[in-house]
């Protein structure tokens, strides 16, 4: 399948995000404790489930450089939970609300990653991308088993970037593989800290709910 001719403006390319969700909360974690931040329940988080950017409750308007200035035209995050039907559906129904398109799968107590999401994020970046649904694509992951498909996804003619963190789980080899990065630890930890605290949300009128 011949690619169609990008847009002259970068800012106009298609694009879609890919969150590893698994490792991206993991990760994030380990990052918001060093840096003294604390992670609060709620709509942007939930301990080794979920984790986003108050920021951005719409997941499509996320930044990640000067790229990114149009809207994205779908952002996917994959995870997993310990628990029935009910759990499930209740972090579907969270992520969806954040502008995702959820993809949450089971995982078994004790185990601490599920291999169905880097599966299912494998499948969806690929499957995409020859069927010519993005111009660019933005993978949140930090795994270097990742490399052969970002590899896959540049042979097709597409542009692959990856946003991570720095200071822990980004893997080199991943790096060196995609076209830009976007190092994500001051990211997340400026979203945190500026967060508005519990009470100060309420006094708001909590987030906006429009958010697709």
């Known amino acids: 399948m011949t690619p169609l001719p990008w847009p002259s403006d970068p800012h106009l390319r298609r694009w879609m995000m890919f969150v590893d969700g698994e490792n991206f909360t993991m990760r994030g974690q380990e990052i918001a404790q060093s840096h003294g931040v604390t992670l609060t329940a709620g709509a942007f988080y939930q301990r080794d489930v979920f984790l986003w950017l108050p920021q951005y409750p719409n997941a499509c308007q996320f930044r990640a450089h000067d ?3 149009n809207r994205g035209i779908r952002a ?8 029935g039907d009910d759990t499930i559906g209740s972090v579907k129904t969270a992520l969806w609300e954040l502008g995702f398109e959820p993809k949450v799968f089971k995982r078994q107590r004790g185990q601490e990653r599920s291999k169905a999401v880097d599966i299912g994020l494998a499948v969806d970046l690929l499957g995409h991308a020859y069927r ?16 052969p498909l970002v590899e896959d996804v540049k042979r097709l003619g597409k542009i692959l970037d990856v946003a991570f963190f720095r200071e822990s789980g980004l893997n080199p080899s991943l790096r ?3 076209d830009t990065f976007t190092e994500m630890d001051g990211v997340l930890v400026d979203n945190w800290k500026s967060k508005p605290k519990p ?14």
């Open 67 to 69: 790229t990114y200035q």
């Open 176 to 178: 060196l593989a995609c």
């Open 199 to 212: 009470q100060e949300e309420s006094a708001g009128g909590g987030q906006d709910g429009s958010t697709r």
């Open 132 to 147: 010519n649904g993005f111009d660019t694509a933005l993978l949140v992951a930090g795994d270097g088993d990742y490399v």
């Open 76 to 83: 996917y995050y994959y995870t997993s939970v310990v628990g």
